[in-house]
C-alpha cells in the first residue's frame, strides 16, 4: 500500500520559514518525480514546484519563486519543500504528489498519481 507522510508544517510569521518533508513508502521513491501542492481555504487545490528524479529539472509556481526550493534525497527518500519569506497568502493545505513520468512540465494534478493526506501551514501577519 502506497502512503505518502507530509511533515513540517505548523504556524509561522511572516518572513518567516518552514520546511515541508514527505517520506513515501509502498514505491520506489527515486523513480518518480515530485510535486508540491496547496490548497488554501475556499481556494482549488493549486501547484507550487516540482522536481524530476535526479532532481536536474525543477518548476516553481511565480508565486513562490524566489521563496521556496524544492529538493530531494534519493537515499533517505525524502523530498522536501523549504519555504522561506513567508507570507500570509501561503496560508494552505500543503499536499507532496507522485509522478511516474519523468517528463517535462506535467505541473497539473492530473498528472500525479499518489498523494499525501496534506500538512497545514498558517502564516500570521
Known amino acids: 500500500q502506497v502512503q505518502l507522510r507530509e511533515s513540517g508544517g505548523g504556524l509561522a510569521q511572516a518572513g518567516g520559514s518552514l520546511r515541508l518533508s514527505c517520506a513515501p513508502s509502498g514505491l520506489p521513491f527515486s523513480s518518480y518525480a515530485w510535486g508540491w501542492f496547496r490548497q488554501a481555504p475556499g481556494k482549488e487545490r493549486e501547484f507550487v514546484a516540482r522536481?524530476?528524479?535526479?532532481?536536474?529539472?525543477?518548476y516553481y509556481a511565480d508565486s513562490v519563486k524566489g521563496r521556496f526550493t524544492i529538493s530531494r534525497d534519493n537515499a533517505k527518500n525524502t523530498v522536501y519543500l523549504q519555504m522561506n519569506s513567508l507570507k500570509p497568502e501561503d496560508t494552505a493545505v500543503y499536499y507532496c504528489?507522485?509522478?511516474?513520468?519523468?517528463?517535462?512540465?506535467?505541473?497539473?494534478?492530473?498528472?500525479?498519481?499518489?498523494w499525501g493526506q496534506g500538512a497545514q501551514v498558517t502564516v500570521s501577519s
Open positions: 504528489a507522485a509522478d511516474s513520468l519523468n517528463l517535462p512540465q506535467r505541473l497539473e494534478m492530473g498528472h500525479y498519481a499518489y
Open positions: 522536481i524530476s528524479r535526479a532532481g536536474k529539472t525543477i
